[in-house]
């Protein structure tokens, strides 16, 4: 998958450094509008996919039945905010070119309150991520150090 604003225009380059023609196509060609608007498509695609990968991931290594149920509810609500995240900015403006055409008649939904929105259950799912293998982990039958050691692995997904 490939981004149109990252080929088109220079998008991703420092101003300094973009060729006199990226710089003429970035600014009439497309509008930085337009660019953010593909880029914020892309990042709404990647990130649940990762959160998914990620779940798929300790599945495998989890394969206890109530491991699965509780990761079952993480990939639910996984996939019920990756399909909000993806229908919010393209239904944002109506009609759509009012993202970037302000003068267009027809309005658009409050930017901030959906960055907010989304981002708290993004935040949300990542710490549900996070936790899911740690009450396995302190089920085996293991030393204390070793348990330490493995929830440390788990959680380095934190930084």
């Known amino acids: 998958m490939t981004n149109p604003g990252a080929s088109i225009g220079g ?4 101003f300094k450094a973009l060729t006199p023609s990226e710089n003429t196509l970035f600014f009439k060609e497309l509008t930085q509008d337009q660019i953010f608007l593909s880029n914020e498509l892309v990042y709404v695609l990647a990130s649940p996919a990762i959160k ?3 779940i798929f991931f300790y599945r495998r290594i989890f394969s206890v039945p109530n491991f699965k149920k509780a990761s079952n509810v ?6 019920a905010w990756a399909i909000a995240v993806f229908l919010v900015p393209c239904f944002q403006c109506r009609p759509l070119a009012k993202y970037w055409n302000h003068k267009l008649p027809g309005h658009c939904i409050d930017s901030l309150k959906y960055i907010i929105g989304n981002q708290a259950v993004n935040i949300s799912l990542d710490f549900m991520i996070l936790a899911l293998p740690q009450p396995m982990v302190w089920r085996l039958h293991r030393p204390r150090k070793d348990k330490i050691a493995l929830s440390a692995i788990f959680l380095v997904g934190t930084l």
């Open 52 to 54: 998914l990968s990620i």
């Open 11 to 14: 998008s991703g380059k420092h």
């Open 74 to 79: 993480v990939i639910a609500l996984t996939v």
